[in-house]
């Protein structure tokens, strides 16, 4: 797969490609906003073009919890669940596991990865640079000019 430009990841047991799986819960979800009034198609296409797919082109979906915190993914959930549908946003257990845990993410120094011994401020600095690229490649942000003082 390398040797063709393709970054191969391997999934465990369970069936289903990755991304097929989570792009499947997407589609679903979005179809049913149109079907439910929540949103027309337009707009949910401008919201996921704009907002989700620059966010998970510069950060991958689970380290998007951990920035976010898993503190954040729980209580929308939880709300979602019991407003919209308890099924479609029932939380996780792992979700809820890790809640408990006090494993909120990169604010607890856990969360689905461990940031211990890393270097925050560093960390940091690579998801703006990484979320500016995705914006300057989208066309929606140019770095500012650089002057020269004589």
């Known amino acids: 797969m390398s040797a ?3 970054l191969p990841v391997v999934c465990g047991p369970t069936p289903g490609y990755i991304v097929p799986r989570l792009q499947a819960l997407v589609m679903n979800e979005a179809a ?11 707009e949910i296409d401008m919201a996921t073009r704009y907002g989700m797919g620059l966010r998970f082109a510069a950060l991958g979906v689970i380290e998007f919890i951990d920035v976010g915190g898993n503190d954040i993914l729980f209580h929308a959930s939880r709300e979602m669940a019991a407003t919209i549908d308890p099924h479609r946003y029932a939380t996780p257990g792992i979700v ?3 809640m408990s845990k006090g494993q909120l993410g990169l604010k607890t120094g856990a969360g689905f990865y ?7 401020a560093a960390y940091r600095r690579d998801i703006l640079s ?4 995705m914006l300057q490649h989208a066309g929606h942000w140019h770095p500012p000019a650089t002057t020269t003082h004589d």
């Open 114 to 120: 461990d940031y211990d011994g890393r270097d925050i």
């Open 96 to 98: 809820a596991d890790k």
């Open 130 to 133: 990484r979320t500016l690229g």
């Open 4 to 6: 063709i430009g393709k």
């Open 32 to 42: 049913r906003m149109v079907q439910e009034g929540a949103a027309t198609a337009h």
